[in-house]
Nanobody
Framework: VQLQASGGGLAQAGGSLRLSCAAS????????MAWFRQAPGAEREFVAS????????FYADSVKRRFTISGDNPKNAVFLQMNSLKPEDTAVYYC?????????????????WGQGTQVTVSS
């Protein structure tokens, strides 16, 4: 099972990036998916999650109204649209998938992890 995250890069404060996560090796069409991030010297933290149906989403307070998580079940993919980026959004972003259909906010809720993609926001 592989989760391949992509779309990271360098952006200016106020700019946008769109992260993608493609799954292979199993279907995640009935799985909750999520994004986490880890800044240098910090713990991995929750960013956003989505239930398998897409009807339920959760966001960290720090990204609400700026980030949007979405899924494409037929394509076995999940996305994170990041707008109004801030320097404090700089981190390695990881996508995660689980065996549960219910979205969660804890890392332990997810069984599969991608390798991460670097997002750097300059001021």
């Amino acid at each position: 099972v592989q989760l391949q995250a992509s779309g990271g890069g360098l952006a200016q404060a106020g700019g946008s990036l769109r992260l993608s996560c493609a799954a292979s090796g199993r279907t995640f069409s009935r799985s909750a998916m999520a994004w986490f991030r880890q800044a240098p010297g910090a713990e991995r933290e929750f960013v956003a999650s989505i239930s398998w149906s897409g009807s339920t989403t959760f966001y960290a307070d720090s990204v609400k109204r700026r980030f949007t998580i979405s899924g494409d079940n037929p394509k076995n993919a999940v996305f994170l649209q990041m707008n109004s980026l801030k320097p404090e959004d700089t981190a390695v972003y990881y996508c995660a998938g689980g065996d549960s259909t219910v979205a969660g906010t804890r890392a332990a809720h997810y069984d599969y992890w991608g390798q991460g993609t670097q997002v750097t926001v300059s001021s």
